[in-house]
C-alpha cells in the first residue's frame, strides 16, 4: 500500500503530464526554416495533383476563371528560378523589419530602453508599483525579445525590496511583456511585421489591398491600458494570495546604469518632444506633403510612411543618449551597434528566404485562392460566417501557439489560407490580424516551446528552490485567461458596431483603425 502511495505521489498530475507531452511533440517538430521548405514542397506536389484534375476557381476580384498551375512544368520551373530573389529581397516583412530594427536595436544596444524601464518602475508610487509593472511590459514589446529577459527579475527585484513576494512581480513582467506582446501605444516591428505578410496574403484575392502598420493602432492603444488593469487584478487578487509571504531577506536593485544616466533621459527625452512637435507642425501646417490629396490621414502619405518616421524617431533619441552618457564618442559607434542589432535578425532572414518562396509558390499556383473561394462557399453553406467562425479562429491559433512559438512563422503559415478566406467572408485583412494577434500573444507565456520560459524559470528558482515547469506553468496560466477573455470581449465590442457601421465612404476613425469589416 506504501509503495502503491508512493509511486502515485511521484507521478505528475495530469496537467503537467500533458504539457510534457505537448513540449516533447512540439520538440519534435522540425525547426520552422524547414517547415516552410516542406510545405513549399507540398505546394510543388499539390499543383501537380490540382493541375492533372483540371482544378479551376472563379477570382473573386476579376471574376475570371483561373486553372491550377504546375509548378512541374516548364512555365512553373521558370516562375521558379526567375522569381527566387525577387520573392526574398521584395517580401514586405523584409525591409519593414529590418528599417524598424536599425532604429530600436540602436537603442536596445546603447542601453537606453533597459534603463528607461528601470527609472520608470522605481520611479513609480508604491501602491502603484503593479500598474506601473505591467503597463511597462506591455509598452516594452518595442524592444522585441528582449523584454522577457530585461523585465522580469528587474520587477522580482523591485517587488522583493518592497517586502512583497519577488515571484509575483517575477511573474507579473514575464505575463506582460509576453501574453500583453502585441498591444503598444506606439508603432513596433511586429507591427511592420506581420502588416507585411497580411497584405502579401490578402494580394492572393485583391491584388491591390494592402494591409499597413497602423490598421491595428485603435485596438492595440486600448489593450494597453485594459489589459494593464487585469495584470494587476491577477496579480494583487490571484498570484500574490496564493504564494503568500516571502521570508527571504530584503534586496536591493542593482544598478548598472550609467552615472549620468538621469540626465541621459532628460536629454533623451527632451530629443523626443523636439521630434515629435517637428513632425505635428508638419502634419498639421497648411498643403502638409504628410496628409493625403484631399487633406486627410487616411489615406496619406504620413501613414505610408509612418516607419521611416519612427526609425528616425529612435535615431534621434538614442544618439541624444548615447553622446550625452559617453557610450557614443564617434560616428562609428552608432553604426557599429546598429550592425550588432543586425546581427540578432540572422536567423528571422533566413527563415524569411523560405517563407517568402512558399507564399510566392502558394500565390502562382492560384491554389491559396481555390481554397479561400472553396472554404469560404463551405462556410456559408454552412451558415457559419459571423463572429462565431472569427472565435473558433482565435482558439485554433492559440492551441498551434502550443506547437510553433515563433510569431512571425505561425502568421506567415496561417495568413494565406486565412486572410482570404476571411476576406471572402468579408472581414478585412487587418481584423483577421488582430484576431491572430489576440491568440498568439495571449498563449506565448505557456507554450512549453517559449525559450525565454527556462530563462525564467531559472529566476524564479533563486527565489524558490523547488520550482519547476508546473510552477511557472501554473502562474502563467491565470493571465493567460485572464488576457484571452478580456481580448475576446474587446474584439467583440469592436467588431458589433464596426461591422455594422463601417461602409464605404465612412470615415469613423476608430472604426477605419480597426479594419473590421471590408
Known amino acids: 500500500m506504501e509503495a502503491t502511495a508512493s509511486r502515485d505521489a511521484a507521478r505528475p498530475r495530469l496537467s503537467i503530464r500533458l504539457l510534457n507531452a505537448i513540449e516533447r511533440f512540439g520538440n519534435r517538430l522540425p525547426d520552422p526554416f524547414m517547415i516552410f521548405v516542406m510545405l513549399a514542397a507540398t505546394v510543388l506536389v499539390a499543383s501537380v495533383l490540382f493541375a492533372l484534375a483540371g482544378a479551376t476557381v472563379e477570382h473573386p476580384g476579376s471574376g475570371e476563371v483561373e486553372a491550377i498551375r504546375s509548378l512541374v512544368s516548364a512555365e512553373g520551373i521558370q516562375f521558379i528560378l526567375d522569381s527566387m530573389l525577387d520573392n526574398f529581397t521584395g517580401f514586405a516583412p523584409l525591409g519593414l523589419v529590418l528599417s524598424m530594427m536599425l532604429g530600436i536595436g540602436l537603442a536596445e544596444k546603447l542601453g537606453l530602453l533597459e534603463t528607461l524601464v528601470r527609472h520608470t518602475i522605481l520611479s513609480a508610487p508604491k501602491r502603484l508599483v503593479t500598474y506601473t509593472v505591467a503597463f511597462t511590459g506591455i509598452m516594452m514589446n518595442v524592444a522585441s525579445d528582449a523584454s522577457l529577459i530585461l523585465l522580469p527579475p528587474l520587477a522580482a527585484m523591485v517587488y522583493h ?131 493625403g490629396p484631399e487633406g ?69 499556383t492560384h491554389i491559396g485562392t481555390w481554397i479561400a473561394v472553396n472554404g469560404a462557399d463551405l462556410l456559408t453553406a454552412m451558415d457559419f460566417t459571423g463572429f462565431p467562425v472569427i472565435l473558433c479562429y482565435v482558439v485554433f491559433t492559440a492551441c498551434m501557439n502550443l506547437l510553433i512559438f515563433s510569431g512571425s512563422a505561425k502568421w506567415a503559415l ?9 476576406m471572402q467572408l468579408g472581414y478585412h485583412p487587418a481584423f483577421v490580424q488582430v484576431a491572430y494577434r489576440i491568440a498568439d500573444s495571449s498563449t506565448n507565456i505557456i507554450s512549453p516551446l517559449n525559450p525565454y520560459m527556462i530563462v525564467v524559470l531559472t529566476f524564479i528558482r533563486k527565489y524558490d528552490k523547488n520550482a519547476g515547469l508546473g510552477t511557472l506553468m501554473s502562474l502563467m496560466l491565470p493571465y493567460t485567461l485572464a488576457f484571452l477573455s478580456t481580448w475576446i470581449l474587446l474584439l467583440t465590442a469592436f467588431y458589433l458596431p464596426a461591422g455594422a457601421a463601417l461602409r464605404p465612404g465612412h470615415h469613423d476613425l476608430p472604426a477605419v483603425l480597426t479594419r473590421t469589416r471590408m
Open 296 to 364: 486627410g490621414l487616411i489615406p496619406s502619405p504620413f501613414l505610408s510612411g509612418i516607419i521611416p518616421i519612427i526609425l528616425f524617431f529612435f535615431i534621434t533619441v538614442s544618439v541624444t543618449w548615447g553622446i550625452t552618457v559617453g557610450r557614443i564618442k564617434r560616428s562609428r559607434d552608432v553604426s557599429e551597434n546598429m550592425a550588432e542589432a543586425m546581427r540578432d535578425l540572422g536567423s528571422y532572414i533566413v527563415l524569411i528566404f523560405a517563407a517568402s518562396q512558399f507564399i510566392a509558390w502558394f500565390n502562382w
Open 414 to 422: 496561417e495568413a494565406p489560407v486565412f486572410v482570404p478566406m476571411f
Open 161 to 291: 525590496s518592497l517586502g512583497r513576494h519577488p515571484v509575483a512581480g517575477l511573474a507579473l513582467g514575464f505575463a506582460s511583456a509576453g501574453a500583453g506582446f502585441t498591444a503598444n501605444l506606439l508603432i513596433v516591428g511586429t507591427d511592420a511585421l506581420l502588416s507585411g505578410i497580411s497584405t502579401e496574403a490578402a494580394r492572393i484575392v485583391s491584388p491591390d489591398m494592402m494591409v499597413t502598420p497602423v490598421d491595428n493602432w485603435y485596438f492595440n492603444c486600448v489593450s494597453v491600458f485594459v489589459l494593464t488593469i487585469v495584470a494587476a487584478v491577477v496579480t494583487e487578487r490571484v498570484i500574490e494570495p496564493r504564494l503568500g509571504s516571502y521570508q527571504g531577506d530584503v534586496e536591493q536593485v542593482a544598478s548598472g546604469e550609467p552615472a549620468n544616466a538621469r540626465r541621459g533621459l532628460r536629454n533623451a527625452g527632451i530629443a523626443a518632444l523636439v521630434y515629435v512637435a517637428a513632425i505635428a507642425t508638419l502634419l498639421f501646417w497648411p498643403n502638409s506633403p504628410l496628409r
